[in-house]
């Protein structure tokens, strides 16, 4: 069994990319989460710190286990869930933490296809309808991208949504967030889209 030890020098954001994407090859082959990664061992040696390698900005749907279709374990990933990855005040002092407190290198804003959230706000949009509670409210960072995706069409809308909503996010967290813009500029953080199919498990990236 290979135990666990934090890295001597700091990984860089193509690696841990690269990590990430080689998790989801070993996913779709079927592969099951390395025992290293989850066992005791593993636990002990995270007891008193983490050190991710990603900050992941994900949608609390069921379907999307970022640990499972990126094959990662214990300490890997600092994720951020809600429904629609949408990034509030919560969301980005998570990243922030993630980045500017663990040294995170990478940060991925993971969508998916038929996301619920993101289909409310295509319904908000198509058919003016109302959500009770606090649903309204947080869908509406979603709309400015539904009306985006319109106007490049109809067909397909939903999916145009869930890339859209994406990419806004990335590109507001890479030009408008002041903790991640000197990371970057150093070398020593990417920010990332991505889209996961339901269907067939793959990740798309936006790079």
């Given at each position: 069994m290979t135990s666990f030890t934090p890295p001597s020098t700091p990984m860089t954001p193509d690696e841990a990319l690269a990590l990430l994407k080689d998790g989801n090859r070993h996913y779709l082959d079927g592969n099951p989460l390395r025992p290293h990664l989850t066992g005791a061992e593993r636990r002990a040696a995270l007891a008193h710190e983490q050190r991710p390698f990603c900050v992941l900005v994900g949608c609390s749907d069921?379907?999307?286990?970022?640990?499972?279709?990126?094959?990662?374990?214990?300490?890997?990933?600092?994720?951020?869930?809600?429904?629609?990855?949408?990034?509030?005040?919560?969301?980005?002092?998570?990243?922030?933490?993630?980045?500017?407190?663990?040294?995170?290198?990478?940060?991925?804003?993971?969508?998916?296809?038929?996301?619920?959230?993101?289909?409310?706000?295509?319904?908000?949009?198509?058919?003016?309808?109302?959500?009770?509670?606090?649903?309204?409210?947080?869908?509406?960072?979603?709309?400015?991208?539904?009306?985006?995706?319109?106007?490049?069409?109809?067909?397909?809308?939903?999916?145009?949504?869930?890339?859209?909503?994406?990419?806004?996010?990335?590109?507001?967290?890479?030009?408008?967030?002041q903790m991640l813009l000197e990371p970057q500029r150093d070398g020593r953080l990417k920010i990332v889209g991505a889209r996961y199919d339901l269907d067939d498990g793959n990740v798309e990236f936006f790079e």
């Amino acid at each position: 069994m290979t135990s666990f030890t934090p890295p001597s020098t700091p990984m860089t954001p193509d690696e841990a990319l690269a990590l990430l994407k080689d998790g989801n090859r070993h996913y779709l082959d079927g592969n099951p989460l390395r025992p290293h990664l989850t066992g005791a061992e593993r636990r002990a040696a995270l007891a008193h710190e983490q050190r991710p390698f990603c900050v992941l900005v994900g949608c609390s749907d069921s379907r999307v286990s970022p640990e499972l279709l990126f094959g990662r374990g214990l300490g890997e990933l600092f994720i951020v869930r809600n429904a629609g990855n949408v990034v509030d005040l919560a969301a980005m002092g998570s990243i922030e933490y993630g980045v500017a407190v663990l040294g995170a290198p990478l940060v991925v804003v993971l969508g998916h296809e038929r996301c619920g959230a993101v289909q409310a706000a295509v319904d908000v949009v198509e058919k003016d309808t109302t959500y009770p509670g606090s649903i309204g409210q947080m869908i509406e960072p979603i709309i400015p991208a539904v009306l985006r995706a319109r106007r490049d069409g109809e067909a397909d809308l939903l999916d145009r949504s869930v890339r859209h909503n994406v990419r806004r996010i990335v590109e507001r967290l890479r030009t408008t967030e002041q903790m991640l813009l000197e990371p970057q500029r150093d070398g020593r953080l990417k920010i990332v889209g991505a889209r996961y199919d339901l269907d067939d498990g793959n990740v798309e990236f936006f790079e």
